[in-house]
């Protein structure tokens, strides 16, 4: 039984790592405030787990199981089922990785992947491990999966770490939405609050396009929601402009889509509005008011009156790029 098995921690000693001298350094970012924490077997979530680093230029660590994975699919499959039963009885894996204190850190990430539903099994040992020290932290949730939920692992960290503050907004990428990390991963920062310094923010980060029309340049600005912010990770983008409707709307279909989940919809087109019509996927610049359309998202709007500039007949070829 588990109980005897080395490779467990049982409940008597699960707090080992917390009064052993060896713990693991972080890799250091320029913004102290924030320690991201993984754990992968095949880097999805590291993956994601890098580009929050990256994002935030903070600290990271993998938290890591003390026995490697197997590189047979089987097996691992074969090993967590098993680690998941243990853990049900109390015995949590042994694990590589500990933290001395969290005591600089205003929000620790927390990344997995879900494994048969539930947090995969080296955070949950992590976790277990350092609950004392999570105690009064805010922890912020993300794990990527084939298609499962993230609901039963939120319950898991919750019933582990029963001290810490778990932020509401969770961010989970499956395999379908793993192509829109970036996008996704910033709009999941900016709605818990979670920022780059000040002084830190590229100018890339601008939300503000050109759009060249032969040698006239119109300026547009982007709205702060994930759409656009997709929108903006795409630039620069050379394409035609079809014309739509008697110059109503100026139109072309990006590839793929433009994300739109989560972006609330609704919009009353006033010329120069920049908008997705989400049953199609294209992008709808208008050249007039339009009646309202609950499928219509607004990315942005021209600046002034530089609408005109796309408000002639026919199909119009324009170069869009970022500030
Ligand atoms: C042992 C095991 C169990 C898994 N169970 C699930 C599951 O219940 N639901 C799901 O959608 N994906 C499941 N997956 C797929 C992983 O969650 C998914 O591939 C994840 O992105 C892997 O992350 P990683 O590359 O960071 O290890 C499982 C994978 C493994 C290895």
Redesign the pocket.
């Known amino acids: 039984c588990g109980k005897s098995d080395e490779s467990f921690i049982s409940e008597q000693t699960e707090n080992r790592n917390e009064n052993n001298d060896k713990t693991d350094t972080p890799i250091s970012g320029k913004n102290g405030h924030y320690l991201v924490l993984?754990?992968?077997?095949?880097?999805?979530?590291?993956?994601?787990a890098q580009t929050i680093q990256s994002i935030l230029d903070c600290d990271i660590l993998e938290v890591e199981p003390q026995i490697p994975y197997d590189d047979d699919?089987n097996s691992?499959?074969n090993?967590?089922?098993k680690e998941l039963e243990e853990i049900r009885q109390g015995n949590y894996p042994a694990i590589k990785t500990s933290v001395d204190n969290f005591d600089n850190y205003d929000i620790i990430f927390i990344?997995?992947?879900?494994?048969?539903?539930?947090m995969?099994t080296p955070m949950q040992s992590f976790l277990r491990q350092h609950a004392s020290k999570l105690s009064g932290k805010q922890i912020a949730l993300f794990?990527?999966?084939?298609?499962?939920?993230i609901a039963s692992s939120v319950n898991e960290a919750r019933s582990i770490c029963t001290e810490s503050i778990l932020i509401e907004q969770s961010l989970l990428?499956?395999?379908s939405t793993?192509p829109q990390m970036e996008s996704r991963i910033t709009e999941w920062l900016d709605r818990i609050g979670a920022d780059r310094e000040e002084s830190d923010i590229p100018e890339s980060s601008s939300q503000n396009i050109n759009i060249k029309i032969g040698n006239r340049t119109i300026t547009a600005t982007m709205e702060d929601n994930a759409a656009a912010q997709d929108f903006l990770s795409r630039l620069p983008l050379e394409v035609t402009l079809n014309d739509y409707n008697n110059t109503t709307e100026k139109i072309f279909y990006p590839s793929p889509t433009l994300t739109t989940e989560g972006v609330t919809r609704g919009c009353t087109p006033i010329p120069g509005d920049i908008t997705i019509y989400v049953p199609w996927g294209n992008v709808a610049i208008f050249c007039k008011n339009w009646s309202h359309s609950n499928d219509l998202i607004k990315i942005g709007h021209i600046n002034g009156n530089d609408i005109e500039a796309l408000s002639i007949d026919g199909d119009i070829q324009v170069k869009i790029e970022q500030q």
Do not use: K, M
Request: aromatic share 14%.
């Open positions: 993984y754990s992968s077997r095949t880097n999805n979530t590291e993956h994601v699919y691992i499959l090993r967590a089922q990344g997995y992947p879900i494994w048969y539903g539930s995969a794990a990527t999966s084939g298609s499962s939920d990428l499956t395999s793993l």
